[in-house]
């Protein structure tokens, strides 16, 4: 007969228990102190950060940033942060990058004389579990803001959380059901992951999915984040590799993507016509990711 013992609880596991034992006693002092402690243990930082929020407790995110700081369990862009050797607070650097984004948006439409403040329909697509969502809504109320995305419980977490509407979108373009027309069609860093067979494909109808007189708004890794990389280019000025961040979407549907600029332009040039680009910017968003904004007539 062997016998069996449970493994001992992690740091984290433990200042989580005695966290939840203070809250249970109505010590809330305490508890933010001992929680807190906890938000800094990668392995329950999550479970820790959402007590912390919940309970309205000192040291809240959602009370410094007047904001809906709730964050999925199964968001992978703040996975990203959490595994990432460089961010040594993956709470606070997930929730600024979103911030962070939205001061460059703001920097792109106004470079068009197209306030984002006056955009009455915007569309995240590619929107993720709201890294950047949250602030959009901040910016302009959840009734002016739709979503999409492939993961279905990305688009849940989005309504459920931040009060927007939302629709599934789809491996291949073209079975994309589209509820309407939007004044804004923001798509951040899905071009940096499409292969080549549906890149100009995705820019097709993504482009007929803009009201007329709107705006698309899209970035690609451009030449600075290749040779950061160290990756070559094709001919054309294209690479891809079969590997990315997400957990939730096949590698040879959303890898990670390298193009030039003179592949974006004339990607552009022979799917909508190369009038339609009205602004570009090199490494904007991120400093590494080149943006490119077109205007339906």
Same mark, same amino acid.
């Given at each position: /007969?062997?016998?069996?013992? @449970?493994?001992?609880?992690?740091? #984290?596991?433990?200042?989580?228990? @005695?966290?939840?034992?203070?809250?249970?006693?109505?010590?809330?002092?305490?508890?933010?102190?001992?929680?807190?402690?906890?938000?800094? @243990?990668?392995?329950?930082?999550?479970?820790?950060?959402?007590?912390?929020?919940?309970?309205?407790?000192?040291?809240? +995110?959602?009370?410094? /940033?007047?904001?809906?700081?709730?964050?999925?369990?199964?968001?992978?862009?703040? #996975?990203?942060?959490?595994?990432?050797?460089?961010?040594?607070?993956?709470?606070?650097?997930?929730?600024?990058? #979103?911030?962070?984004?939205?001061?460059?948006?703001?920097?792109?439409? @106004?470079?068009?004389?197209?306030?984002?403040?006056?955009? =009455?329909?915007?569309?995240?697509?590619?929107?993720?579990?709201?890294?950047?969502?949250?602030?959009?809504?901040?910016?302009?109320?959840?009734?002016?803001? *739709?979503?999409?995305?492939?993961? !279905?419980?990305?688009?849940?977490?989005?309504?459920?959380?931040?009060?927007?509407? %939302?629709?599934?979108? &789809?491996?291949?373009?073209?079975?994309? =059901?589209?509820? %309407?027309?939007?004044?804004?069609?923001?798509?951040?860093?899905?071009?940096?992951?499409?292969?080549?067979?549906?890149?100009?494909?995705?820019?097709?109808?993504?482009? *007929?999915?803009? &009201?007329?007189?709107?705006?698309?708004?899209?970035?690609?890794? %451009?030449?600075?984040?290749?040779?950061?990389?160290?990756?070559?280019?094709?001919?054309?000025?294209?690479?891809?590799? &079969?590997?990315?961040?997400?957990?939730?979407?096949? *590698?040879?549907?959303? %890898?990670?993507?390298?193009?030039?600029?003179? +592949?974006?332009?004339?990607?552009?040039?022979?799917?909508?016509?190369?009038?339609?680009?009205?602004?570009?910017? !090199?490494?904007?968003?991120?400093?590494?990711?080149?943006?490119?904004?077109?205007?339906?007539?």
């Amino acid at each position: /007969m062997t016998s069996t013992s @449970e493994s001992p609880l992690t740091l #984290g596991q433990q200042l989580l228990q @005695e966290g939840r034992e203070l809250l249970s006693r109505g010590d809330r002092v305490a508890a933010a102190q001992v929680l807190a402690r906890a938000r800094n @243990e990668r392995d329950v930082v999550l479970t820790a950060h959402a007590l912390i929020e919940t309970n309205d407790l000192v040291g809240s +995110f959602t009370n410094v /940033m007047g904001l809906d700081c709730t964050i999925s369990e199964q968001d992978d862009i703040f #996975g990203f942060f959490r595994g990432h050797h460089s961010s040594l607070n993956p709470l606070r650097d997930y929730l600024a990058d #979103g911030w962070r984004t939205l001061s460059e948006l703001m920097l792109l439409l @106004e470079a068009v004389d197209q306030p984002l403040l006056k955009t =009455q329909r915007v569309l995240e697509f590619a929107s993720g579990h709201g890294r950047f969502t949250r602030h959009l809504v901040k910016a302009l109320g959840p009734a002016r803001v *739709e979503v999409s995305d492939v993961v !279905p419980s990305a688009i849940s977490f989005s309504r459920e959380t931040f009060g927007v509407n %939302g629709f599934l979108s &789809a491996s291949m373009p073209e079975a994309v =059901q589209w509820p %309407g027309r939007y004044d804004l069609v923001f798509v951040l860093s899905l071009f940096s992951h499409l292969p080549r067979s549906t890149w100009s494909r995705w820019l097709k109808v993504l482009y *007929e999915s803009v &009201a007329p007189g709107g705006l698309l708004v899209f970035s690609t890794h %451009g030449t600075k984040a290749a040779d950061f990389d160290h990756v070559t280019l094709d001919p054309e000025g294209y690479f891809f590799a &079969a590997s990315s961040e997400s957990t939730a979407i096949d *590698e040879q549907e959303y %890898g990670t993507t390298f193009t030039s600029e003179a +592949f974006v332009l004339a990607r552009i040039a022979e799917t909508v016509g190369a009038d339609r680009l009205v602004h570009k910017a !090199p490494v904007h968003f991120w400093n590494h990711q080149d943006a490119y904004v077109l205007r339906r007539p």
